[in-house]
C-alpha cells in the first residue's frame, strides 16, 4: 500500500502510526532518521500520520529532520492527527485529508512533580501528578476577571482570596510552567507555518491564536474543510488516494499484537522474554525501504516500565558512507510482522560519541514517556 500512495503522489512516502494510547515522542527521530538516511534526497516526502498527540517539543525536531532530505515536505492525514500531530501538519506544504481526517488545538496540557496525584491513575501504575490543560488554567483566570469587571454579574468582592485559594491547590512554580508551555506552544506554531509561509504573512499570527487560544477544548474536531476555511494548504483526498490511506489505517490497526505471542509463533531468533514482561506494538515507521515497531513494556499486571523498539533494515538499502565506515554485524533475524528472514545490520559502539549498539534483537530502550507517556 506506501507503493501505491507513491504511485498516486509521485513522492517517496513514510508512515509514523501510533496506536491509541501511544504518543509523539522524542525516541521515533531516530527510527525516521533511519528511513531518511536510506530514502536519500527526495523532491518531495509524504508523511502519513496518526496520532492523537504527545510531546509538544518534538514535532519542530520531525518537521526540520524530514524537511533536510527534501524541498516539499506533505502530510497524509486519514484519521486523527490532533495535538503534537497537527503540530507536525501546521510543519507541511500541504496536508492531504480524507473526509474523516481531523486536527485539533495545540494548547498543551502538562504534568508536574509539584501538581497533587492524579487519583485516577490506572491500579497498579506507580502514583503521576495530575495533568492539568493549560487552558483550564487560562479560562479560570478569566473568568474571575469577567466576574469582577462586568456591569450585572456576580460580583467578586476580594479576588486575592481566590488567587491565594488557588495556589494552595497549584504551585507558583507549576503555573509559571504551564503559561511557558502554553507560549511554547505558540512559538512552535509560527515557527511551523514560517517554514513554508512568508514570515510577514498576518495570517500566521492569526492561526497561532486560532490553534492555541479560539476552541474551547483540546479534543474538538477540525475538518479538512474547516482546516481549509482557515487558511491552510488543505486538500481534499481524490476517492483512490482516499480509498488507500484508509485501507493502510485499517491494515495498522489490525496489525496490533502482543509481542511475546508473534515472537513464539514465526520461530523468531530474538529472545523471547521469560519473566512475563509484556511488549505490546504500539508504534510503526515504514518506508519502502524499511521497518520499525515500537512496544510498550508492561509486567503481568499491566503496569507499564517503558518501551523498546525493534527496527528491520535491509542491508541492500544502507546509505552509502564516504569516510572510513564503523564496524558492523549483519544477523539473519525473522520479522515478527510477516514472519520473514531478513538481515539485521548491528552498528558498534562508536568509540567518539559513546553511542549504545543495538540489542541482539536490533532493538533500543527507550523511557516510558517516549512510548505512553504524552504532554498534550
Given amino acids: 500500500m506506501i507503493e501505491d500512495l507513491q504511485r498516486i503522489r509521485n513522492s517517496k512516502v513514510i ?129 474571575v476577571a469577567n466576574e469582577g469587571a462586568e456591569e450585572g454579574r456576580m460580583k467578586v468582592t476580594d479576588p486575592t482570596a481566590i488567587y491565594t485559594e488557588l495556589m494552595r491547590q497549584v504551585h507558583p512554580l507549576v503555573i509559571g510552567a504551564m503559561e ?62 482516499r480509498d488507500v490511506m484508509w485501507n493502510l489505517w485499517k491494515h495498522y490497526t489490525g496489525r496490533v499484537f502482543h509481542m511475546d505471542a508473534q515472537l513464539a509463533a514465526v520461530g523468531s531468533t530474538a529472545a523471547v522474554p521469560t519473566s512475563k514482561i509484556g511488549l505490546d506494538a504500539v508504534s510503526y515507521v515504514d518506508s519502502d525501504s524499511a521497518s520499525a515497531v515500537g512496544f510498550r513494556k508492561s509486567d503481568p499486571v499491566g503496569k507499564v516500565l517503558g518501551g523498546q523498539w525493534f527496527g528491520w533494515f535491509p542491508t541492500s538499502q544502507l546509505p552509502k558512507v564516504t569516510d572510513a565506515p564503523k564496524e558492523t554485524s549483519v544477523e539473519k533475524v525473522v520479522d515478527p510482522t510477516d514472519g520473514k528472514s531478513k538481515e539485521l545490520v548491528k552498528p558498534e559502539v562508536s568509540p567518539t560519541t559513546g553511542t549504545a549498539a543495538d540489542s541482539a534483537e536490533g532493538s533500543s530502550d527507550v523511557s516510558a514517556e517516549g512510548i505512553s507517556g504524552s504532554t498534550e
Avoid at 28 to 53: A, C, K, M, T
Avoid at 93 to 108: A, K, W, Y
Fill in 15 to 143: 508512515t509514523y502510526f501510533l496506536a491509541e494510547g501511544a504518543a509523539i515522542g522524542e525516541d521515533v527521530v531516530v527510527w525516521l532518521y533511519e528511513h531518511l538516511l536510506r530514502l536519500g534526497r527526495q523532491p518531495q516526502i509524504d508523511l502519513y500520520l496518526v496520532s492523537r498527540g504527545g510531546a509538544t517539543e518534538v514535532p519542530w525536531r520531525i518537521v526540520t529532520l524530514i524537511r533536510e532530505f527534501t524541498d516539499r515536505f506533505c502530510v497524509l492525514v486519514p484519521f486523527h492527527a490532533q495535538s503534537a500531530a497537527t503540530h507536525i501538519c501546521l510543519g507541511a506544504d500541504e496536508i492531504v485529508m480524507t473526509e474523516l481526517g481531523q486536527l485539533g488545538p495545540v494548547d498543551p496540557s502538562r504534568q508536574h512533580p509539584l501538581l497533587p496525584e492524579d487519583k485516577f491513575t490506572p491500579p497498579g501504575q506507580d502514583p503521576r501528578p495530575l495533568s492539568i490543560s493549560v487552558q483550564d488554567l487560562r479560562q479560570f483566570l478569566q473568568f
Fill in 180 to 241: 511557558q508551555t502554553y507560549s511554547l506552544a505558540k512559538q512552535l506554531t509560527v515557527n511551523l507555518l514560517s517554514l513554508h509561509m512568508d514570515s510577514g504573512d498576518e495570517r500566521i499570527g492569526q492561526l497561532a491564536d486560532r490553534f492555541a487560544d479560539y476552541y474551547k477544548t483540546h479534543s474538538y474536531p477540525i475538518g479538512r474543510k474547516e482546516a481549509r476555511d482557515l487558511g491552510l494548504n488543505v486538500t481534499l483526498a481524490s476517492d483512490e488516494l
